[in-house]
């Protein structure tokens, strides 16, 4: 950017401050909500829950359905954020 631009872009500075640290947060939340850490942990807590007879067959293959379909959108996801 050359001195008489960046002169006459100086009043947007703030605007692209602010576009900037929106953008941070909004990445900080993407990566948060598509860990694929949590829904692990939650397979084996299922898996836990089974073992110890808290819960049916029904009930724990309901469940890991869902958390196996979370999983796959998470794996879509970041493969598509990589390609």
């Not at 401050?17 to 299922?46: C, F, I, M, N, T």
């Not at 073992?51 to 879509?76: M, N, T, V």
Request: net charge negative; charged share 30%.
């Amino acid at each position: 950017m050359g001195l008489i631009t960046g002169l006459l872009t100086l009043p947007l500075a703030p605007v692209r401050g602010v576009a900037w640290v929106v953008g941070q947060v909004a990445d900080a939340a993407e990566r948060q909500y598509y860990d694929p850490a949590p829904v692990e942990e939650a397979l084996k807590s299922l898996e836990q829950e089974l073992i110890a007879g808290r819960i049916s067959q029904e009930e724990f293959d309901r469940r890991e359905d869902d958390l196996l379909d979370e999983l796959d959108e998470i794996h879509r996801f970041w493969a598509q954020k990589q390609a």
